[in-house]
C-alpha cells in the first residue's frame, strides 16, 4: 500500500514564496498544516529563513526580539574550533543548539488542491520570548463549534515548547500558552471531544530512558492538559525504528480514528509516513498500525533538499471522492502532494 | 548567609530503613518531602534499593512489573563494550539509561523534628506503567481544604515523568495521573491558588537549547496544567551554572513567596541550595535570588556517599520560633537537617 504522488510535485517551493522583509531569503517551506473551507482548500505553511548575506567571519543565527518583533544576529565565531555546522539545520557552538534559520507561518490558498496561491506576508510569525528561534510544523483541527485550533512548535532559547492558538477566520488569532512545557513538539489535536474530553497528541523528548513516541493528553478547555498517556512508541527493526511522532490531526472514520504519522529510522534518519488506527470511544488503544510506510521518500525532491530523505505530513484533507489528500514537506524544502484511498488503507490495515 | 547544621547529623541513614523484600538492600534515603502536623514532624523519604546479591556476569537492573507489581531484573551483560557503570546512579547499555536502584516513598515521624521513627513498609511504590523504574524526590503540599498533594518524579522506560498524588491521611492515595510528559521532574505545588488558579514548579529539561531551570504551571484542577512560563534558569559563572530545579515548595511569607531550590555547577557537579522570593500576586516575578549559596556540600556526609557533592532540598518546615528547617538529602545516601531564621534570609535576599 503507497501513497501516488502528484505528477506536478513539488506543488510549493521556496521561490514561490516572497521573504517576510529585505534582510533574508526563503531556504524552505514546507510541513503545511491543511483544511478544507467548502471549494478552498487552504494550507498553513512553514516558512524557513536566513540571512541573505553570509559573513565570511561569522555564522550569523537569526532571531526575532521579543520586544521590537525585529529580526536580530546572535553573531557565533565561524573559525571557532567549538563550533559544528554540520547540521544544515542547526549550529551548535559550546553545547548549545542554534537554528540557522527561523520560521513563520504562511497561508497558501487553492481551488482544487494542487494549485496554490501563496499570500504575500506572515499569517503568524515569532512574538513572544518561547518564540525567538520560530515557530514550525503546525497542525490545524477543524472543531465542530466552528473555531480552528493550531498546533504548532514554539523554539527558542528555552527550547521547543507545544503552544496552542485558536482563529474564528485566519485573520484573527488568539494564542493559548505554552500548553507542553520542553523538550515537545509534533502535536495534533483531535476535531472533537472524546469521553467529555479535547485530545491532543504530542511528541515529549523520552531520552535517554527511551524512544520519543506518540501520546496522548486530555483536557477540559484546551489551555490546561494532562492525564498524559504513552501511545506508541519506535519499533526495533523497522522503519520507524529510531522515533515516531504525530502527522496530521486525526481523521475520524466508522473504523476508527485514523492517524497519519512519521517515524525514522535508527542508521538511515530517513523520515516516512505510515498510519495510526485508534478505538474511536478510548483512543488511548491501537487497533492497527501500518507495517510498512504509506511514503518513503524516494523522488528527487524528498532525496535532496535543506534536510535529505525527509517526508512529513502535517496536514490530511479527506475529499468527496474518498480519496486522502496528504501534503507533506520534502527534505525541508518544498511541499509536495500524495494522495491515497481511505477505504484501500484502512484495508491494508487491518 | 549560611544554614546551620544540626550536630546529630545524617539524622536517618540506609541502615535505619527496613528494605521492602529480602531480595534488595536499602542503598539511600534522601530527598525527603516534609509536613508538620501538630505536634508531629512527617517526613516522606525516598528510598532506593538494589538487589543484595551481585551477579558476576550480569548487571542486574531492577524494575518492578506494573501487572503483577513484583520485583523483576532487567539483565544487562556487565563485560559487554557497550556498558557504562561509571555512574553509580546509572547503567548505560546501547545508547539506552537504566537505574542501578528503584524508589518508593516511605514515611518517617517525628516529635521534635530531629529524630524520626521510619515506618517499615513502603508508604507510596511503583504501581503503574510509568513508575517501572521507581518513583523519586516527593514533595508535600498541604492545601488550605486539608488535602495533601504529593508531587514525585515517575520513572519508566518512557522517560521521567511528574505525577501528583492526593491524600487526606497518609493512609489513602489517589493517583492524579501523569500531569508533566517526560523529561520532567523537581515539581512542586503552592500551597494555595493564587488568581484563582493553583500554582506548581517545575523543571523541564530544555536541552540542547537552553539550560534546564525552573518553570510554573497553572491549573483549575490538579489534574490538567497549561500557561507554561519559564521563571529561572542557570547563571553562568556561579554556583548554579549548569541547572536549577525547584526543592520544596513555596512558603508563603509576608515579603513574598519563598522557595528554596538546588541548583549545580557546571564543571563540578555539585549541588548547593539556594533560595528564591517570588511576588506573592503574580509568582511569574522574581523579587530576589540567592547570590550565594545556603547550604554546600562540606560535611563528610555530603561530599561522600552514593553521589557525592550533593545536598538536596525537597522539605522545608517553618517552626513557631521562626527558624526553618531544612531537610535534605546528603550525597543520595542520606537525610540531613540544616536550620536558617526565616526574617535573616529573607534580609539576605533583599
Not at 534559520?101 to 499569517?123: C, I, K, Q, T, W
Not at 525532491?301 to 530523505?309: I, L, S
Not at 502535517?314 to 484511498?341: F, K, P, Q, T
Amino acid at each position: 500500500m503507497e501513497a501516488i504522488r502528484y505528477e506536478g510535485n513539488p506543488i510549493i517551493r521556496p521561490e514561490d514564496v516572497e521573504p517576510s522583509s529585505e534582510a533574508v531569503r526563503v531556504v524552505g517551506v514546507f510541513n503545511p498544516a491543511a483544511v478544507q473551507l467548502g471549494e478552498e482548500t487552504i494550507l498553513l505553511m512553514r516558512v524557513a529563513e536566513s540571512f541573505r548575506e553570509v559573513d565570511p567571519n561569522w555564522v550569523r543565527v537569526p532571531v526575532v526580539d521579543p520586544i521590537s518583533r525585529e529580526l536580530r544576529a546572535i553573531c557565533l565565531p565561524r573559525s571557532s574550533p567549538d563550533i559544528d555546522v554540520s547540521d544544515p539545520r542547526l549550529v551548535v557552538y559550546r553545547g548549545r543548539v542554534y537554528l540557522t534559520s527561523v520560521s513563520h507561518l504562511r497561508l497558501a490558498r487553492s481551488r482544487d488542491g494542487r494549485h496554490f496561491d501563496v499570500e504575500r506576508h506572515p499569517m503568524l510569525a515569532p512574538d513572544t520570548a518561547y518564540e525567538t528561534y520560530g515557530i514550525e510544523d503546525p497542525r490545524i483541527t477543524h472543531l465542530a463549534d466552528g473555531r480552528f485550533i493550531i498546533s504548532f512548535s514554539a523554539v527558542s532559547e528555552h527550547g521547543v515548547c507545544v503552544e496552542l492558538a485558536e482563529t474564528p477566520d485566519f485573520a484573527n488569532f488568539r494564542r493559548l500558552g505554552i500548553v507542553l512545557p520542553p523538550e515537545n513538539r509534533n502535536a495534533a489535536v483531535f476535531p472533537e471531544k472524546i469521553g467529555g474530553r479535547y485530545v491532543m497528541m504530542h511528541r515529549p523528548n523520552s531520552e535517554p530512558f527511551g524512544s520519543s513516541g506518540i501520546w496522548l493528553a486530555f483536557s477540559d478547555d484546551l489551555v490546561h492538559w494532562g492525564d498524559h498517556r504513552f501511545l506508541a512508541g519506535a519499533r526495533p527493526g523497522t522503519w520507524d525504528s529510531a522515533r515516531i511522532g504525530a502527522g496530521a490531526p486525526p481523521l475520524k472514520t466508522r473504523h476508527g480514528w485514523l492517524a497519519i504519522y512519521h517515524g525514522a529510522a535508527l542508521e538511515s534518519n530517513t523520515y516516512c509516513l505510515g498510519a495510526l488506527l485508534l478505538d474511536l470511544h478510548d483512543p488511548t488503544r491501537v487497533l492497527a498500525r501500518s507495517r510498512e510506510p504509506l511514503l518513503w521518500p524516494v523522488a528527487p525532491y524528498e532525496t535532496q533538499g535543506f534536510y535529505p530523505n525527509v517526508v512529513f505530513a502535517c496536514g490530511v484533507i479527506h475529499r468527496s471522492n474518498g480519496r486522502l489528500y496528504v501534503y507533506y514537506g520534502a527534505a525541508d524544502h518544498a511541499i509536495a502532494l500524495a494522495e491515497i484511498g481511505l477505504d484501500e488503507l484502512i484495508d491494508s490495515l487491518r
